[in-house]
């Protein structure tokens, strides 16, 4: 019933309407309730629920415009609107926040596989951030891949690196050269600065550098890839065999990775805040991947068959496995989590739980 009532507030303010007390006095009481996540914007409840008004409505016409122009689909379409109410529109305005408290270049990282919604948000708080009159740039871990020769070094090395993406197969260096570069560029300047991107359609696949983006501004940079901000565990970790890890070499296989990770851990440090997207179940990303290839498949386009699929994702679980490292990022029992924010993803896609850790609040449900 109170979704109901959400939905139709939602849907009266970006129509223009005008609140009635109870509907602003039930907003300011879903803030202000301990259940509710606030996001440690640590501003007045009815000056939030004000400004969130006036932001929803003006960006809502162009956020939806944005998702469908990229193929977007959310299920079901009313949900956009209190995803933007408690999720993207705090986001960003925390964000902003914070950007202008360090007063330089805020560096954001965003850990979650495919199907956690790590592409919708960073087109979302593009736009949203542009509203708040702030310029933003997204960067993946995908951009920092080794060139396609030297990936193919590092295979005639380490045969057990059948495909790009685990720890090894980036070129850490670099990304500690362009996000050291963004962070100290002075905000106000053009200074030209060369972002990387990778093309994962060159060399049949296998992918390789392309032409480097340039970049002349960015208050707030997102800095997002399946493992960003992930640290590594000790070796007794890997003591039991965990599925799909059942055998002596794929053990070894985990160990290296996880050893790898060390080398990141100097490309972390320029990360001010971390936000994981945590499906309810990490199974889901198989059937996230399957789903995906199919539907690439039904429009005509060459994808994998369904035991390909499993093969290859088992294959990102093999070198960091969900069940040993995300425990480990949030840190549930203690509250000693990496993670800033973590956000739990359905099923369906969406987002269910916001945890901040700062303030210990957890936030919406979408689902019954």
């Not at 599925?243 to 490309?267: K, M, Q």
């Not at 069940?323 to 509250?335: A, C, S, V, Y």
């Amino acid at each position: 019933m109170i979704k109901t009532i959400l939905i139709r507030i939602f849907e009266l303010i970006i129509q223009g309407g005008r609140l009635t007390s109870p509907d602003s006095e039930l907003l300011v009481n879903q803030l202000s309730n301990s259940n509710d996540c606030q996001w440690s914007l640590e501003i007045d409840p009815n000056e939030t629920v004000d400004r969130q008004s006036q932001l929803l409505r003006s960006v809502y016409p162009e956020i939806s415009q944005v998702l469908a122009s990229h193929n977007i689909q959310i299920d079901p379409p009313s949900a956009i609107l209190p995803m933007l109410w408690h999720y993207w529109l705090p986001l960003a305005q925390s964000l902003a926040n914070q950007q202008e408290k360090i007063g330089r270049t805020f560096i954001q990282g965003l850990l979650g596989g495919q199907g956690t919604g790590k592409t919708t948000l960073g087109i979302v708080l593009k736009v949203l951030l542009q509203h708040l009159g702030k310029t933003f740039l997204s960067i993946s871990l995908d951009d920092l891949y080794k060139t396609y020769a030297d990936r193919q070094k590092l295979r005639d090395l380490c045969p057990e690196i059948i495909w790009r993406g685990p720890p090894s197969t980036h070129d850490v260096d670099l990304g500690i050269q362009v996000l050291q570069q963004l962070r100290d560029r002075p905000l106000g300047s053009s200074q030209p600065i060369e972002i990387p991107r990778f093309d994962k359609s060159l060399h049949h696949g296998a992918g390789d550098r392309t032409e480097p983006e340039i970049s002349c501004e960015a208050d707030i940079v997102l800095f997002e890839g399946w493992f960003v901000g992930m640290r590594p565990l000790p070796i007794s970790a890997f003591q039991n065999f965990v599925p799909p890890i059942l055998s002596e070499s794929d053990r070894e296989f985990a160990l290296a990775c996880n050893a790898n990770l060390y080398n990141y851990l100097p490309l972390w440090e320029y990360l001010d805040h971390l936000i994981v997207l945590m499906p309810e179940d990490y199974h889901y990303s198989l059937q996230w991947r399957i789903e995906a290839e199919n539907k690439l498949i039904a429009t005509g386009k060459s994808g994998m068959n369904d035991r390909e699929i499993t093969q290859f994702v088992e294959y990102f679980w093999k070198a960091l496995h969900p069940e040993l490292f995300m425990p480990h990022m949030i840190n549930r029992d203690n509250g000693g989590a990496f993670a800033d924010l973590v956000v739990e993803i359905s099923r369906s896609h969406l987002p269910i739980k916001i945890s901040n850790k700062n303030i210990r609040r957890q936030g919406f449900r979408l689902k019954n």
